[in-house]
Nanobody, 121 residues
Framework: QVQLVESGGGLVQPGGSLRLSCAAS????????MYWYRQAPGKQRELVAAITTSGSTNYADSVKGRFTISRDNAKNTVYLQMNSLKPEDTAVYYC???????????????WGQGTQVTVSS
């Protein structure tokens, strides 16, 4: 079984910064692309950023130039550095990863439990 555990959320003023982390654990053989999603109240979950195993990245237009996704493959961890935060960034942030495990041998999608980010003065 695989667990994704997020941390780093909280309350921050507009213009501030936060760094989210998501660590994967379990009988992991490999992790392919890793993602950060977010869901604001009353809205659908949306993709924020993605990073491949080799480090190629992709961002939602709304966060380009403000957010940076990175990963540490040795630690099975993905990060999201969020700068110049705006009230509209308020949401629950989820990490997602396609993971191959010892037990299954196939790629499966796993989700973290989510971490709340609130941007407010």
């Amino acid at each position: 079984q695989v667990q994704l555990v997020e941390s780093g959320g909280g309350l921050v003023q507009p213009g501030g910064s936060l760094r989210l982390s998501c660590a994967a654990s379990g009988n992991i053989i490999s992790i392919n692309t890793m993602y950060w999603y977010r869901q604001a109240p009353g809205k659908q979950r949306e993709l924020v950023a993605a990073i491949t195993t080799s480090g190629s990245t992709n961002y939602a237009d709304s966060v380009k130039g403000r957010f940076t996704i990175s990963r540490d493959n040795a630690k099975n961890t993905v990060y999201l550095q969020m700068n110049s935060l705006k009230p509209e960034d308020t949401a629950v942030y989820y990490c997602n990863a396609n993971v191959r495990t010892v037990s299954s041998g196939v790629l499966r999608s796993y989700w973290g439990q989510g971490t709340q980010v609130t941007v407010s003065s």
